[in-house]
């Protein structure tokens, strides 16, 4: 007989695995130079097509893995299948939050994802963009009721 792991070893593993992926990941943003703030000038200034590129397969492995995901029926840890939903109709969230999300990008000169990377890798005034970027999260959700969606 096989018996079931305790929820607190689920628990442990779950967490080993999400910093396994976090590490790897955070690996191939700092190898690819992903997290280089030169680089994502020179795509902001279209002098490379280096991050274009990179953004370019993250979107197509985005697009693979979602219908993979949506045909295949896998479950969870906890035995749920995944769905996808679908996104909302109209275009006003869209294009306020990428508006958003780009002028944040250009300002600090990252996006979200390599904050934790680079902070990792010593850049300490990443500090300063990771508050700010918990600013903005907070201050979304403190207005979201009043913001068009």
Known sequence: ????????????????????????????????????WYRIQEMFRFESFHMFGLIGSAVLTGLVTTAMLRRSGVKSRDGQTIRVTD????????????????????????????IFTLLGAGVWPMLVVLLFALLGTWAYGALQTRLPH
């Open 87 to 114: 996104k909302e109709k109209g275009w006003r969230r869209y294009v306020f939050g990428g508006l958003t999300f780009g002028v944040g990008w250009g300002l600090a000169g990252v996006c979200p994802g390599p």
């Open 1 to 36: 007989m096989h018996a079931e792991p305790s929820s607190s070893a689920r628990t442990a593993t779950g967490l080993l695995a999400y910093l396994l992926v976090g590490l790897s990941f955070g690996i191939v943003l700092v190898k690819s130079e992903a997290a280089s």
